[in-house]
């Protein structure tokens, strides 16, 4: 048994127990939480103090760790496009590099205070690091298909590939591991492969996640059939003779492509307007929307439209993308630059942070919240003001 003490404890699902105590098991599953009052009733020398406040385990719902060998290759603010041209020039590396920084990332990302992950993968190269079992994990499968006669092949190769990251399902009763099939983005995935993931049964119980509306590139190409994407295409050597520009943004095109049951985790949503984020939560209600703002700095030089997102707060979660297009893995960083460029009241930012990419990946029933029988990790954060204003000096330190 652990108990736990701070100036606040903030437990998420209720509000903030000033001067409390969390009380838990060895293993972190939680066990009881005191008010001030209740406090009293516990043997001092038992109770570990701390100045600041607790916070369950903070969630990354978005990276891609297998790109964890690029970081600082690949330079910044010059676009989505010439982003993702450069990549594929430099991806490939020696499979034992990647699975190495797959590890030390993982470490690096528990070591400050991240308990879960949304992993996007490609490939096997970051299965090996993964049977460590650090953090819970879903994986995304990622596919990409441009040409919709392909779409079935493409489908089956990801059949394949979600096989293997399944067989490697509950080999740790104490860890969520769980994987899906996912489509890219709009510009480089076909209305058929989209459609065809969306209705596959698994799709309304685990997570679709796509890259959205990054770039303005993306609604340039979908309502006027032209822009940066569609020479990107052509660099590729990759065909938009089949390509028709729409009638709507991708976002509410790809919205329409969805079983209204699809459990869906938009990411980015960089350019995404008020009127297209509130259509798309009545077509599939089972949206959340993952922001990953270190990244559109480092890539678009850019950031989403926060006050939009604040007016479905508990839909909204963050991510840091992958180190190709961020400098560290780091929750805290991330809600250090949406607190920096927009008016957001902590709770607001720290639900964020955990709740609610636990309910996006599938996780709640564990993490997210400081509830008994929960198991969510616990962090503390120092550096708040008295007011308990988040800001640049907070600095967070893995109690458990
Ligand atoms: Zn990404």
Same mark, same amino acid.
């Given at each position: 048994?652990?108990?736990?003490?701070?100036?606040?404890?903030?437990?998420?699902?209720?509000?903030?127990?000033?001067?409390?105590?969390?009380?838990?098991?060895?293993?972190?599953?939680?066990?009881?939480?005191?008010?001030?009052?209740?406090?009293?009733?516990?043997?001092?020398?038992?109770?570990?103090?701390?100045?600041?406040?607790?916070?369950?385990?903070?969630?990354?719902?978005?990276?891609?760790? =297998?790109? #964890?060998?690029?970081? *600082? +290759?690949?330079?910044?603010?010059?676009?989505? @496009?010439?982003?993702? &041209?450069?990549?594929? /020039?430099?991806?490939?590396?020696?499979?034992?590099?990647?699975?190495?920084?797959?590890?030390?990332?993982?470490?690096?990302?528990?070591?400050?205070?991240?308990?879960?992950?949304?992993?996007?993968?490609?490939?096997?190269?970051?299965?090996?690091?993964?049977?460590?079992?650090?953090?819970?994990?879903?994986?995304?499968?990622?596919?990409?298909?441009?040409?919709?006669?392909?779409? =079935?092949? #493409?489908?089956?190769? *990801? +059949?394949?590939?979600?096989?293997?990251?399944? @067989?490697?399902?509950? &080999?740790?009763?104490? /860890?969520?591991?769980?994987?899906?099939?996912?489509?890219?983005?709009?510009?480089?995935?076909?209305?058929?492969?989209?459609?065809?993931?969306?209705?596959?049964?698994?799709?309304?119980?685990?997570?679709?996640?796509?890259?959205?509306?990054?770039?303005?590139?993306?609604?340039?190409?979908?309502?006027?059939?032209?822009?940066?994407?569609?020479?990107?295409?052509?660099?590729?050597?990759?065909?938009?003779?089949?390509?028709? +520009?729409?009638?709507?943004?991708?976002?509410?095109?790809?919205?329409?492509?969805?079983?209204?049951?699809?459990?869906?985790?938009?990411?980015?949503?960089?350019?995404?307007?008020?009127?297209?984020?509130?259509?798309?939560?009545?077509?599939?209600?089972?949206?959340?929307?993952?922001?990953?703002?270190?990244?559109?700095?480092?890539?678009?030089?850019?950031?989403?439209?926060?006050?939009?997102?604040?007016?479905?707060?508990?839909?909204?979660?963050?991510?840091?993308?992958?180190?190709?297009?961020?400098?560290?893995?780091?929750?805290?960083?991330?809600?250090?630059?949406?607190?920096?460029?927009?008016?957001?009241?902590?709770?607001?930012?720290?639900?964020?942070?955990?709740?609610?990419?636990?309910?996006?990946?599938?996780?709640?029933?564990?993490?997210?919240?400081?509830?008994?029988?929960?198991?969510?990790?616990?962090?503390?954060?120092?550096?708040?003001?008295?007011?308990?204003?988040?800001?640049?000096?907070?600095?967070?330190?893995?109690?458990?």
């Amino acid at each position: 048994m652990a108990y736990f003490k701070a100036d606040y404890i903030y437990l998420i699902s209720q509000p903030p127990l000033k001067n409390g105590i969390v009380q838990t098991t060895s293993e972190g599953e939680v066990i009881r939480l005191f008010n001030e009052e209740q406090s009293e009733a516990v043997e001092p020398s038992e109770v570990s103090y701390y100045r600041g406040v607790i916070v369950p385990g903070f969630v990354n719902s978005h990276c891609h760790l =297998e790109l #964890s060998h690029l970081q *600082g +290759k690949i330079p910044e603010k010059t676009g989505l @496009a010439a982003f993702i &041209k450069e990549i594929q /020039k430099i991806r490939e590396c020696p499979v034992e590099i990647i699975e190495e920084e797959t590890l030390r990332w993982q470490e690096n990302m528990l070591s400050n205070g991240i308990v879960a992950m949304g992993d996007v993968c490609n490939g096997t190269h970051s299965i090996t690091a993964k049977q460590k079992y650090l953090l819970h994990c879903h994986n995304f499968i990622e596919l990409f298909s441009f040409n919709p006669a392909k779409a =079935e092949e #493409s489908l089956q190769l *990801g +059949k394949t590939l979600l096989q293997q990251f399944k @067989a490697l399902e509950n &080999k740790d009763p104490h /860890k969520f591991f769980t994987s899906s099939i996912s489509p890219h983005a709009p510009y480089s995935t076909s209305a058929a492969l989209i459609k065809k993931i969306a209705y596959l049964p698994e799709s309304s119980a685990f997570t679709v996640f796509i890259h959205n509306q990054e770039s303005q590139a993306e609604d340039e190409m979908y309502l006027h059939g032209e822009g940066d994407f569609i020479t990107m295409l052509h660099d590729f050597n990759i065909s938009t003779k089949r390509w028709e +520009k729409q009638e709507q943004s991708s976002l509410l095109s790809v919205a329409s492509w969805l079983h209204q049951q699809t459990k869906m985790l938009w990411v980015h949503n960089t350019f995404s307007k008020e009127h297209e984020v509130l259509q798309t939560m009545n077509k599939v209600p089972n949206s959340y929307w993952c922001l990953c703002p270190s990244a559109n700095l480092y890539i678009e030089n850019t950031l989403p439209n926060f006050s939009i997102f604040k007016t479905i707060p508990d839909r909204v979660c963050l991510g840091t993308d992958s180190l190709a297009s961020n400098h560290q893995l780091s929750i805290l960083d991330e809600m250090k630059v949406i607190n920096n460029t927009y008016a957001i009241d902590f709770e607001t930012l720290l639900k964020w942070a955990t709740i609610n990419g636990a309910k996006a990946l599938g996780f709640d029933s564990v993490i997210g919240s400081i509830e008994p029988g929960k198991t969510p990790g616990l962090n503390l954060l120092v550096g708040l003001t008295d007011e308990l204003y988040f800001n640049n000096h907070v600095t967070v330190k893995k109690l458990i």
